[in-house]
C-alpha cells in the first residue's frame, strides 16, 4: 500500500497562501485518485478536494472552489494542494490520502498519515 506524508502547513493571515505537498512512498501514485481532506477542532473529517490519477478530472468542496487548486507530479511522486485567499474557517489538520471519500479510507484503508496542521488567523 502506498504510503504518504503531508507537509507544508503553518501560520498564515487571512487572504494569504500556503502550498501543501503529499508525497507517496514505496509506490508510484500514478494508479491512484488523491484525496485532500481536513479536519477541524470539534468537526467532522470532510473532503476538501481529489485529483484522478490520470489528472484528468478534479473535485473541490463548495467552501474552496475558485480558491484551491490540486495538482499532482507523477515524476515526482507527489500530489500539490496550492490555498490561495485563506480563511479562518480553513483552519484545521489537511490529510491526503489514496482515494476521493474519507468514507473509503476510514472503511477500507484504515489508515490516516500525520497531517499538516494549518492555522489561519490573524
Known amino acids: 500500500q502506498v504510503q504518504l506524508v503531508e507537509s507544508g502547513g503553518g501560520l498564515v493571515q487571512p487572504g494569504g497562501s500556503l502550498k501543501l505537498s503529499c508525497a507517496a512512498s514505496?509506490?508510484?501514485?500514478?494508479?491512484?485518485?488523491i484525496g485532500w481532506f481536513r479536519q477541524a477542532p470539534g468537526k467532522e473529517r470532510e473532503e476538501v478536494s481529489c485529483?484522478?490519477?490520470?489528472?484528468?478530472?478534479?473535485y473541490y468542496s463548495d467552501s474552496v472552489k475558485g480558491r484551491f487548486t490540486i495538482s499532482r507530479d507523477n515524476a515526482k511522486n507527489v500530489v500539490y494542494l496550492q490555498m490561495n485567499d485563506l480563511k479562518v474557517e480553513d483552519t484545521g489538520v489537511y490529510y491526503c490520502a489514496p482515494s476521493c471519500s474519507v468514507a473509503y479510507v476510514n472503511t477500507f484503508i484504515r489508515s490516516w498519515g500525520q497531517g499538516t496542521q494549518v492555522t489561519v488567523s490573524s
Open positions: 514505496g509506490l508510484p501514485l500514478d494508479p491512484y485518485s
Open positions: 485529483i484522478s490519477s490520470s489528472d484528468t478530472g478534479a
